[in-house]
């Protein structure tokens, strides 16, 4: 079977997401390992009740950006996986790691990209009086949620929405579209191409699958 990493820095219903994904068979492939930079992270307990592997990797104990990320290398490495899964992995990663899983590195970022990379991203759409917000899937490059998009999900702002309200929309969006990205990508039909990102040969429009 295809081998998945997954990385994580907090409740991980995305990787919740991925389990269940796997439970019925349908991720393509087997989740090997859960890694978190955070001890206190439920999404560790996630893993252990599904019987994956999970290691905790305190970024804090590292002296700098480049160590910790030398070691996340090295552990993610031991596992030998087709793919690395970032599932709200907070942390921003070097060139160097970016480089070393080019092309099998896939995040989930809640927004419609280009729009709104970073953080606090519900808050600021809600502030800007935004209409419509949502969540990616994407390649992850060397620019910040700049990697290019492989699937989307949007929905609409409703008039009297909250932050909360939002939130509870997005994940559940981001809950349909991760599992199916994956399985693309473990079934090989989701490639990074020179030319950005292919489904079954053929390129993917810049906002990806909607
Ligand atoms: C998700 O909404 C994901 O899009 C976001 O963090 C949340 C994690 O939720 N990721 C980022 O903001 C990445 N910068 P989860 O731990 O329940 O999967």
Same mark, same amino acid.
């Given at each position: 079977a295809r081998r998945v990493v997954v990385l994580i820095s907090g409740n991980g219903s995305n990787l919740q997401a991925l389990i269940d994904a796997q439970s019925f068979d +349908?991720?393509?492939?087997?989740?090997v390992a859960v890694i978190s930079n955070?001890?206190?992270?439920?999404g560790l307990q996630r893993a252990r009740d599904a019987g994956i592997d999970a290691v905790v990797l305190p970024?804090?104990?590292? +002296?700098?950006r480049d160590a910790f990320d030398g070691a996340l290398i090295k552990v993610i490495e031991r596992h030998e996986p087709d793919l690395v899964v970032l599932a709200g992995f907070m942390r921003i990663l070097t060139p160097r790691f970016v480089h070393r899983f080019h092309g099998r590195l896939l995040n989930i970022h809640p927004s419609l990209l280009p729009a709104y990379r970073g953080l606090d991203t519900h808050k600021r759409v809600l502030a800007d009086g935004g209409e419509e917000h949502g969540a990616s899937v994407h390649f992850v490059t060397e620019e910040l949620d700049g990697g290019p998009v492989v699937m989307q999900a949007a929905l609409k702002i409703r008039p009297g929405d909250s932050e909360e309200s939002v939130v509870e929309r997005i994940h559940a969006r981001e809950h349909l579209i991760y599992p199916i990205a994956v399985r693309w990508f473990l079934e090989g039909r989701l490639q990074l191409g020179p030319d950005g990102p292919t489904l079954d040969g053929m390129a993917l429009p810049p906002q990806g699958m909607r």
């Open positions: +349908e991720l393509g492939g087997e989740i955070k001890a206190d992270a439920h970024h804090d104990e590292y +002296e700098s």
